[in-house]
Structure formats: structure tokens, C-alpha cells
């Protein structure tokens, strides 16, 4: 008989290296192919949308990722990739993500993706990894009988290495990644061709990080210099279409926490950081030449009382942005924000009571979040409300009131139903978690999210002389409302010894709503559901098998240029199911591994994009090194 | 669906014995397919090598054949199928063994230069799988009838089944060997 859960806590999901390696994760953004209830779109298949379940058509996006505890600035306008980070996917220890609304430190989040990565353990110590990938679908010897087709080659590949070592407690590690994948589908690489660049369809990063770090019993201490740049294609939804650009991430920053000698004394932690990210359209001679440049730094400074099983946070936080828009200078493109935060929790053995509290005050106005949840024995539930900024809401814009003018130079009919401001949001989780014995357990949760003075685009992509795609106008509503409302369930059964099944499963739809929340909703499916069977042999042989599946998505504002065949586009996705199978063995004592997956293993057409590719089945190998 | 079937044999797959197999087959076309409109396989040979895992055995696998245009204007099609599979085996009475396998290939392909297109060579991801009979009939040495089946995956999917019979020779894992599997 299922007995009620006394400790068990499923509202997060923890993915380990392993889970990681068995399910042959190669970007970043291939863990939201394992993120339960999430969905991710992707025009090229390297830029990836991710949403958690819950409303995403605003311009801020729908979660945020944080890397050994330092928050990660990496959206552009809008569009926020996890591939344009630069940490190789070998050196993440595990991740734990977070599928509702968040406080992290002070940062409001409608969902968390907190990655802990690896570090050295040894003097020396080397890891890396090449993986090469390709899609089926070629015309093969069929190309010379008059029945030819056009060559396949998307996945490419991605190389990384990190060497690094400890002495004491000291320690560092340098890394390198190297990537590069091919947009040859032909939905997308004929119009891309037109845009003008020979080597366009070719998408190549480079990423090099730094990291220094002291581990003393009483004070730790870690440096990081991170960087990455990417030749790619930009897709303002305003535009309609995309843009060759160079895009550019760089971040350096530290984090230090000091830890008393006595449980009575309070620990104090503090962080800054600062981050540039960039999208430069002249260096590849894209039109419109959207050369934008934003630099966010922020310092923390958060004290921590841990007494028996209660805990006490305060923190103040600071906050500057620059904006650079080329050689224009846009209005109000800096600014600084400053506030505080405080968290309280209590835990007593399955019980556990959080509070999170944001205050921030500067241009832009006030802005609050608050997120209280309480998890006692079997039932767990969290309520959160938060006002956002402006810049926040609709970052392209947003910046287009200040200056930022390659809408208008695109000669669209852009205009604005008013001025861009900050959005409000209420939300709520409720869960019960089952559990027998270490078998089996199974999480059932609903949730609701009511989002206020939303600023959406209504936009209508037609066609250009030359049949691509192009938005015929682009009108901002900036006091848009609605709500979601959902359900969810995971469950896991241990089936036997190294065999694992589990399963995940998300409802949701626009419960209430102007007709624009309603539509934008649509854009996201309203079921999302992962099975996957796991199984290890030993600590060195792991398979996995693994069903995707996802229901229809409309996006309307494609509806005009998929009635004009040669845009390849179309406004109503299909869903689809999608079968996954991945194998990975560790040899000579956990020196090398060699992994391989085949996604997409019935060779069915996906799609996520109106105006994205068609991915098939794919192959891709692994090989690591560790030494 | 080779490969979930895989999957489940793995489930259900029982220990091999630790002994390394190095199998040699001759092989031939027995299968008609499109492909076949336009090109016939000769014969070919395989060289396999089968390393015993904790549950069956992982099998790598190279099969060169050449294909002969039947038309005019096509090119002569040079290929090497490099396969990395997993099976089981199953021993019977009389010294006799089943051996199946699934496998996950690249076929190399060398197109030669025709009278308006120049030589070039292309490769492709294939599936497959492989089922043999073994008698032994010496401590170390077995023979083998069998057949193997290979889909490419390309747009318009080709299928090549070949049969055929050869020798295999079989050892105890080297030391070496059984701490890179670790």
C-alpha cells in the first residue's frame, strides 16, 4: 500500500553528472529535454527558448540560471539561450531545478535552473570531451539517379577541455569550448543565404573561463572570469526574421563567504559580478545593423544566522546597468537600482516553512517579490507575488522608447498601445507527494499564475518580396492580463536493482485572459510529458531510454506567412512524440567514457518553431577524458 | 526498432563468458531493395570482434564491398561499414551458438568519378542487426553461418541484407583488456 510521504520533497528536480551522461546531454540547452513540465523552442536548433510551466510571451524570461551560486545575466532583448554560456557540460556535478516561482538572492525567478559544477580535486587534474553529432536524411547514392534531396548536416560538434589542480587550499581550472553546428534544413537555410554572409548557416562558439577558488575551513573564496562568442542569427520577434550577428557574453566576478568558528555566530557571504552582453550586427554586415550592448553588475552582501533548525537571511544588494546602442546613445541607458532581502525558514524533520522577501528601489520605480512556501509531510504548497521593471517586461521595446531605433529602420509598422511598464504577478503551487517505502514516489501538483499589466507584442509575419518571412507589423500592449492554470505529475519506480523508470506529465492553459494573453499562451503546448526507463550495470555502463512527447502549439502571428509556401513556415506545430535512446560506458577506471545517443529514434519530423527546422533523427557520440 | 529491442535484451541478457571472439565472414548479397535498380553489391567479407560485457557482448564490426552500377552513368560505389553493436548469445546443445545482435553503423561510401561529376566520398548513419549460428569444433575455433541486415538511414532508406558463413577464433579476455572495461 502507497503510504504518505513523510520527507519527501519532489517540487524540485535534481539531475547528477550520471543522469546527465546517461541521457547524452551535450549543450546546456539539452537539459530542458530532461527538465520535467518544461518545453523549448529553437529556430536553428542552438538558440534555445525554454519555458517552465506557466505563462512565457513576455520579454523577461521565464527562469534563471544561476552557476555555483552566481546568477547568470545571459539574456539578449529577450531571447535567452543556455548555450551561450560558457561552462562545458563535463564539469557540472549536478543540477537542481526549480519549476516555480524563486527568490535568488533577492533576484525574483519565475523558475530556477542551479547548476553546481566540478571542481579540481587533485594537483592536476585534465577533463574533456569532444562529441560529433549528425542527422540522417541525406540523399546518399540516390543523388546520381535524378532523385536527389538535400544534403543533411546540422548537429555538428562541440569540444571542451578543462585542466585544472588543487594545492592546499588553493585552487584553479581554465576551460575551452569549441562548438559548431549547421543550419542546413531547408525551412530555414535558403532565406538565411539570401541575408547575405557565405558561411552563414555555420554557427561557431568559442568560450574560454578562468576560475580561482580557496576552500579554508573558515573562509572560501572563488574568482571567475568567463567569456563567449558566438557567430550567429539573431531573431528579434519583432523583426519577424533574423539578423547575422557576432554575439558576445563576458562575465568576471567573485563570491566569498566567511563562516564562523561557533553554530551561534552569523556567516556573511558576498558577491559581485559584472556582466556584458552583446550583439553586434555590423561585424557581419546584418541588416539592420542592431548593434546593441548591455553591462549588468551587481554586488550582494548577505548575512546568515543558522540556529537549530531555523534560519535567518539578510542581504542588500546593488544593481548597474549601460546600455550602448552602436555609436548612438540611447536615453536613460544607465542606471542603479539598490535593495534588500531577507529570507526565514524553519525546518523540523518533513516540515519545512520559507520566506523570501525582495525590496528594490531605483529608476523604474519600486519593485517587490515575495515567496512564501511551507511543505508539511505529504503536502506541499508556495505562493509568490512580485512586480517587475519595465525593461523586464518587454526588453526590445523597452530600449526602442529610449532610443534603440532598428525596428524603425526595418521600415515595420511598429507602434506601441502605450508606454513600456513594469508587470505584476501572483502565482501559486500546490503539490501531495506519495512515496512507498524507496519504490516508488509520485508528486501531483496544480498551479496558477495571474500575470498583470503584461506587455505582449501582437504581430503579423508575412512575407517578403522574395517569399521569406518578415513582420508586417508589430503592435506593443503593454497592459495585457491573464492567467494560467495547471496541473502536473512525476513519479519515479525503482523497478529493480540499476533499473529506474520515470515519468513526468504537464497540463496547462490560459484559464482567463485578454485575447492577446490567450493567443500567446497558445504558443506554448498544453501537455508536455517525459518517460524514461534507466538502467546501470555497475557504476561504469548506463542506458537509458526515453519518450518525449508534446501536444500542438499555434503561433498566430505566423498565420499569414504560412499560407505562402516558400517561407516554410507554418503558424500550427503538430505535436509530436519522440523516442530517445542513449548508452554511456566508463573504461579503464573511469579514465575514458565513450556515450551514444540517437534522438529521435522513430525518425518522426519535429518541430518547435513556425520558422525552425525539422529535426530527424540524430546520432551523436561522446568520448571524455579524465584524468 | 532494433534498438529498443536491444534495450530489452539487455534487461534481460545473462553474463558472457570472459572470452574475446575474432570472427571472419564471407558474405554476399541476399536482399533487393531500390538501391538494387541501380547498383549490385558483390561479395564482401567481415571482420568482427566480440568483447563480453557483464550482460551479452559488444561486437565492432567492419564490412567492405564494392557496388556495380547497372546503369549507365552512375559510379561504382566503394563502401566500408564500420558497425559498434551489443547482442546476446544463447549456447545450446551439440556445441552450438546463437549469436544477435543489434547494431549502430556509419557507412563510408567512395563514389568514383563518372563522365560529369568527380569522385567523392560521403558517409551515412545505418542501423542493423546480425544473427549467427556457431558450432565449435576445436577449444579455440568455431564456424559460423549467418546474416546480416542493414538499413541506411538516408532520405529514401536503402536495405542490405547479406548472408553468408566464416570462422571465428576465440581467446580469454587479456588482463589488459579487462581493466580498460572496468
Redesign the interface.
Known amino acids: 500500500m502507497i503510504a504518505a510521504a513523510c520527507a519527501l520533497f519532489l517540487a524540485s528536480q535534481t539531475l547528477t553528472a550520471a543522469d546527465l551522461e546517461r541521457a547524452g546531454v551535450v549543450r546546456l540547452g539539452d537539459l530542458f529535454r530532461l527538465a520535467d513540465g518544461w518545453t523549448s523552442s529553437s529556430i536553428e536548433g542552438f538558440t534555445i527558448d525554454a519555458s517552465p510551466a506557466g505563462f512565457e510571451g513576455g520579454g523577461a524570461p521565464g527562469y534563471a540560471i544561476v552557476i555555483d551560486g552566481v546568477l547568470q545575466e545571459f539574456a539578449i532583448l529577450g531571447t535567452s539561450s543556455p548555450n551561450r554560456l560558457p561552462l562545458p557540460v563535463e564539469m557540472i556535478d549536478h543540477v537542481t531545478i526549480e519549476s516555480k516561482p524563486t527568490l535568488v538572492r533577492g533576484r525574483f525567478a519565475p523558475a530556477v535552473v542551479s547548476i553546481t559544477s566540478r571542481r579540481p580535486a587533485a594537483r592536476i587534474q585534465l577533463r574533456a570531451r569532444h562529441v560529433a553529432g ?1 542527422e ?7 543523388q ?2 535524378g ?1 536527389t ?1 538535400p544534403n ?1 548536416e546540422r548537429f555538428g560538434f562541440e569540444s571542451s577541455a578543462t585542466l585544472g589542480g588543487r594545492g592546499g587550499s588553493f585552487w584553479s581550472d581554465a576551460s575551452f569550448v569549441r562548438a559548431r553546428h549547421y543550419a542546413s534544413d531547408e525551412a530555414i537555410l535558403s532565406r538565411w543565404t539570401v541575408l547575405g554572409v557565405d558561411d552563414l548557416h555555420v554557427i561557431e562558439k568559442k568560450a574560454p573561463s578562468l576560475r580561482i577558488g580557496v576552500d579554508a575551513p573558515r573562509v572560501s573564496f572563488t574568482g571567475f572570469a568567463r567569456a563567449s562568442t558566438i557567430d550567429e542569427v539573431f531573431f528579434p520577434r519583432a523583426l519577424g526574421r533574423e539578423i547575422p550577428v557576432e554575439s558576445a557574453f563576458k562575465s568576471w566576478g567573485g563570491r566569498a563567504e566567511w563562516r564562523p568558528g561557533t553554530s551561534r555566530s552569523p556567516s556573511f557571504d558576498a558577491s559581485l559580478t559584472s556582466t556584458t552582453n552583446e550583439i553586434d550586427a555590423s561585424e557581419r554586415e546584418g541588416e539592420p545593423a542592431l548593434d546593441w550592448k548591455k553591462t549588468s553588475s551587481a554586488a550582494d552582501f548577505r548575512a546568515r544566522w543558522e540556529r537549530g533548525a531555523q534560519l535567518t537571511e539578510l542581504g542588500v544588494r546593488a544593481l548597474y546597468h549601460e546600455v550602448a546602442a552602436g555609436e548612438r546613445p540611447l536615453r536613460g541607458d544607465s542606471w542603479t537600482r539598490g535593495g534588500v532581502f531577507a529570507r526565514l525558514a524553519a525546518r523540523a524533520s518533513a516540515d519545512e516553512t520559507v520566506f523570501d522577501l525582495a525590496l528594490d528601489r531605483g529608476r523604474g520605480g519600486a519593485t517587490y517579490a515575495i515567496v512564501f512556501s511551507r511543505t508539511r509531510r505529504a503536502i506541499d504548497f508556495s505562493i509568490a507575488a512580485a512586480k517587475t521593471r519595465g525593461e523586464e517586461a518587454a526588453p526590445f521595446w523597452y530600449w526602442r522608447e529610449r532610443g534603440l531605433s532598428a525596428i524603425d529602420e526595418a521600415g515595420l509598422a511598429a507602434g506601441s498601445r502605450g508606454d513600456v511598464q513594469g508587470s505584476s504577478f501572483v502565482g501559486g503551487d500546490l503539490g501531495i507527494t506519495v512515496r512507498e517505502g524507496s519504490r516508488f514516489d509520485a508528486r501531483l501538483g496544480t498551479f496558477a499564475r495571474r500575470h498583470r499589466d503584461l506587455a505582449l507584442e501582437e504581430l503579423r509575419v508575412g512575407a517578403d518580396s522574395l517569399g521569406f518571412p518578415i513582420a508586417t507589423s508589430a503592435t506593443l500592449h503593454p497592459q495585457e492580463e491573464g492567467t494560467i492554470a495547471g496541473a502536473s505529475a512525476t513519479a519515479s519506480l525503482h523497478i529493480a536493482r540499476g ?1 529506474d523508470l520515470r515519468g513526468s506529465w504537464r497540463f496547462q492553459d490560459a484559464a482567463l485572459g485578454s485575447n492577446l494573453f490567450r493567443d500567446t499562451a497558445r504558443q506554448n503546448p498544453k501537455h508536455v510529458g517525459r518517460v524514461a ?1 534507466a ?1 546501470s ?2 557504476a ?2 548506463h ?1 537509458e ?1 526515453a519518450v518525449r512527447a508534446r501536444s500542438s502549439a499555434v503561433w498566430l502571428a505566423f498565420a499569414e506567412a504560412s499560407r505562402v509556401p516558400t517561407t516554410f513556415a507554418d503558424a500550427d506545430l503538430p505535436g509530436w512524440v519522440a ?1 530517445d ?1 542513449s ?1 554511456s560506458k566508463w ?3 573511469r579514465r575514458l567514457r565513450a556515450g ?1 545517443a ?1 534522438r529521435d ?1 522513430l ?1 518522426r519530423p519535429l518541430r518547435t518553431h513556425p520558422i525552425g527546422e525539422v529535426e530527424r ?1 540524430t ?1 551523436v557520440a561522446q568520448a571524455e577524458v579524465a584524468l | 526498432m532494433f534498438l529498443p529491442l536491444a534495450f530489452a535484451a539487455i534487461l534481460a541478457a545473462t553474463p558472457s563468458p570472459r572470452r574475446v571472439t575474432v570472427e571472419l565472414s564471407a558474405l554476399t548479397d541476399a536482399g533487393h531493395d531500390d538501391f538494387h535498380d541501380f547498383w549490385s553489391p558483390g561479395a564482401s567479407g567481415e571482420l568482427a570482434v566480440f568483447v563480453p560485457l557483464s550482460r551479452g557482448f559488444v561486437e565492432v564490426a567492419a564490412q567492405p564491398f564494392s557496388s556495380a552500377p547497372s546503369q549507365t552513368g552512375l559510379p561504382r560505389i566503394r563502401s566500408l561499414v564500420t558497425s559498434l553493436g551489443w547482442g546476446a548469445s544463447l549456447t545450446f546443445p551439440a556445441r552450438l551458438r546463437l549469436r544477435v545482435g543489434a547494431r549502430a553503423a556509419v557507412v563510408w561510401m567512395l563514389f568514383d568519378a563518372t563522365a560529369d561529376r568527380e569522385e567523392q566520398d560521403e558517409n551515412e548513419l545505418a542501423f542493423g542487426a546480425r544473427a549467427s549460428l556457431e558450432r565449435s569444433f576445436a577449444s579455440h575455433w568455431s564456424a559460423e553461418l549467418g546474416v546480416r541486415a542493414l538499413r541506411m538511414q538516408t532520405h529514401r532508406p536503402i536495405d542490405w541484407v547479406f548472408a553468408g558463413g566464416g570462422l571465428a577464433y576465440s581467446f580469454a579476455m587479456p588482463r589488459w583488456l579487462a581493466g580498460f572495461l572496468e
Open positions: 549528425s540522417a536524411g541525406d540523399p546518399g547514392p540516390f546520381f539517379t532523385d534531396t543533411v533499473i526507463l538502467a550495470w555497475g561504469s555502463f542506458a531510454i523516442a535512446i548508452f573504461f579503464a577506471h551514444l540517437f529514434l525518425d533523427l546520432v
